[in-house]
């Protein structure tokens, strides 16, 4: 089954302790990105890749990292997570540019930092 | 500044009634344009889309939008909600030459037996 699937999908952890959010996809697809979904500010980009080892920032990008050595992972990474990135995050591919190919969408990752 | 409104973060209708879920947007190019539906739990699913060619769009499960470059809107409607339509409903703009899109707030649709 063609799908994107993140892990873990509920996470509770504290200020400054570094966690990564993995997410994969198993349909060859070119361009991936990652989304963050906050009450009344609908989905903002944070991090997207267009390709293996290319990546580029998005509309939030600050205190999250991204990297892309393998076509099908995307993990975001947050070095010292803080209160203010509690938030619903979701990964997305698409077969390339979004604008002209649909993007799929993980399932979402809810993550709290106290 | 260049924006995406969903007027109405919440919306009711009665099951069978008439759905309209309204988006406008700001850009000083033609836009791209997109509506998502993302169902309870679930990531976004595309429901359609314009980018150029005829300006009224239909998509999945019976929605249309309808681009109005004079109003600047790209509107959301169904003739006859159905309970399973209950969700929420998010448009997508491209802004100027961004390789991006640009969200709106998120409207939910609450369909009433």
């Known amino acids: 089954e063609a799908q994107v699937t993140q892990n873990p999908r509920y996470l509770i952890t504290v200020t400054g302790k570094k966690l990564t959010v993995t997410c994969s996809q198993n349909?060859?697809?070119?361009?991936m990105s990652w989304y963050r979904q906050d009450p009344g500010l609908g989905l903002r980009q944070i991090y997207y890749s267009m390709n293996v080892e290319v990546t580029d920032k998005g509309d939030v990008p600050e205190g999250y990292k991204v990297s892309r050595k393998e076509k099908r992972n995307f993990p975001l990474i947050l070095e010292s997570p803080s209160p203010n990135q509690t938030s619903l995050y979701f990964c997305?591919?698409?077969?390339?540019?979004?604008?002209?190919?649909?993007?799929?969408f993980g399932p979402g990752t809810r993550l709290t930092v106290t | 500044a260049q924006s995406v409104t969903q007027l109405g973060s919440h919306v009711s209708v009665s099951e069978g009634a008439l759905v309209l879920l309204r988006c406008n947007y700001s850009?000083?190019?033609?836009?791209?344009l997109f509506w998502y539906v993302q169902y309870p739990n679930q990531g976004l699913q595309l429901l359609l889309k314009y980018t150029t060619g005829a300006t009224l769009v239909k998509g999945i499960n019976g929605f249309e939008a309808e681009f109005k470059k004079s109003e600047t809107s790209f509107h959301l409607t169904k003739p006859s909600a159905h309970m399973s339509d209950a969700a929420e409903y998010f448009c997508?703009?491209?802004?100027?030459?961004?390789?991006?899109?640009?969200f709106g707030s998120g409207t939910q649709l609450t369909v009433l037996p």
């Open positions: 997508a703009v491209r802004m100027g030459s961004a390789r991006q899109l640009t």
């Open positions: 349909m060859n697809h070119e361009y």
């Open positions: 997305a591919s698409s077969l390339g540019d979004p604008l002209s190919y649909e993007q799929y």
């Open positions: 850009s000083s190019v033609p836009p791209y």
